[in-house]
């Protein structure tokens, strides 16, 4: 499955990621997924470090959705990542290799627009060749209640559709197959498609946010940095996880969400029906200040595990803190699980019970 061009541009581009728009994401086929549905997974990372879950009502014709918005964007215009009531799901990774430009901003206000009016990845396909110009740059996911799943890479001059095989996957960082040999993300691609193929049975949500995006392994240099120090620092540049990093999303079909906001490494999976509209998990949603709590927590234990105050101390990972993090949010991550099991189709008790086990989350994380 791996191209054997991407190795050797790899060889040539092994670029340090430094955008803060280094997004790692995967679509996987109905086949390859254990739910039996296809799935989108994104991982954002952005210079805007907090992140919230919102419900947006049908209005006017347009379609109701749930989506992930910067927490400061209170006009709600640009979404990251997001599932309507028709079951269509879209998220993106920037491409930089498509035109030039920044069009982060664009990229998230048509997304939004695609959440409301589309019902089909057809319908997403034909919008985008509709319009002109694109004004994008983005290698886009998505998904519908048809069981079609798939990228387009789109531009104001490229529009490129690859689809998922049905028991396969496709991964993307920030580089198009259709561009130039250019772009950057390259050593993620490598990893994450290395970590796709050891992949033993069929993908879970948490396959991919603990498998992919809390892996501290390099490709290029060919170990785990979690296991190489256990006990000390690394540089933290080039893996998925990054102090950049500020949510990871699974749209497991187009009705269930599983959503981690904030800091990858500091947060764990919630389940959300997009079906059960205004009714969230509050510990994913703007709280007083705007922000998620959720969010500000992962925000917390991402300076307690990059806490080295001299010289260039944020990009430095402490793995003797980072190691029990983990542990504790793979511990939580399987109650939130759990809790889903028993309580699916009750949202309102589903949600109770989320919120309660995130404030013992947050007990436990202030005694480290």
Same mark, same amino acid.
């Given at each position: ?36 549905? $296809?799935?989108?997974?994104?991982? @954002? ?19 109701? &959705? ?14 990251? !990542?997001? %599932?309507?009531?028709?079951? #269509? ?5 920037? /491409? ?8 982060? !901003?664009?990229?998230? /206000? ?13 319908? #997403? ?35 490129? @559709?690859?689809?998922? $095989? ?14 130039? $040999? ?52 690394? &540089? ?7 102090? +950049?990093?500020? +949510? ?22 919630? $389940?959300?029906?997009? %079906? ?42 402490? #793995? ?24 699916? +189709? ?20 202030? %005694?480290?």
């Amino acid at each position: 499955m791996k191209n054997a061009l991407l190795t050797v541009l790899t060889a040539i581009f092994v670029l340090a990621s430094t955008e803060a728009g280094a997004c790692t994401t995967a679509v996987i086929g109905a086949g390859a997924s254990e739910s039996g549905r $296809p799935m989108l997974w994104k991982q @954002r990372d952005t210079d805007n470090p907090f992140n919230v879950l919102v419900h947006i009502p049908a209005a006017e014709g347009r379609y109701a &959705y749930t989506a992930v918005f910067n927490a400061d964007d209170t006009g709600r215009n640009a979404v990251y !990542a997001g %599932s309507n009531e028709k079951g #269509f799901a879209i998220m993106n990774n920037m /491409s930089y290799n498509l035109a030039k430009g920044d069009y982060d !901003a664009r990229n998230g /206000s048509l997304m939004r627009r695609a959440l409301e009016s589309c019902a089909t990845v057809a319908e #997403f396909e034909a919008m985008l060749r509709a319009e002109d110009p694109r004004t994008c740059e983005a290698n886009f996911g998505v998904l519908d209640a048809t069981g079609a799943a798939c990228y387009i890479e789109a531009s104001d001059s490229v529009l490129v @559709r690859y689809d998922v $095989p049905e028991d396969g996957w496709l991964v993307r960082t920030n580089f198009s197959l259709a561009g130039s $040999p250019k772009g950057s993300g390259y050593a993620r691609y490598e990893t994450a498609v290395g970590l796709m193929e050891r992949h033993k049975g069929k993908f879970s949500p948490e396959d991919l946010v603990d498998g992919l995006g809390r892996s501290y392994r390099n490709a290029v240099l060919g170990y785990d940095a979690s296991r190489k120090f256990a006990c000390g620092y690394t &540089y933290d540049e080039d893996f998925i996880p990054r102090p +950049s990093t500020t +949510s990871s999303v699974v749209m497991d079909g187009g009705d269930l969400m599983w959503v981690a906001i904030g800091y990858t490494p500091g947060a764990y999976l919630m $389940p959300v029906r997009v %079906s059960a509209g205004a009714a969230l998990p509050a510990c994913l949603t703007p709280g007083e200040d705007g922000n998620a709590p959720a969010n500000v927590l992962a925000d917390e234990i991402k300076k307690k595990t990059h806490h080295l105050g001299r010289d260039a101390g944020k990009k430095y990972v402490d #793995f003797r803190v980072m190691k029990p993090v983990l542990r504790i949010v793979r511990r939580y991550e399987k109650a939130a699980a759990g809790i889903y099991a028993r309580c699916g +189709s009750d949202v309102e008790e589903m949600n109770r019970q989320l919120d309660a086990l995130f404030g013992r989350f947050r007990d436990e994380i202030d %005694s480290i």
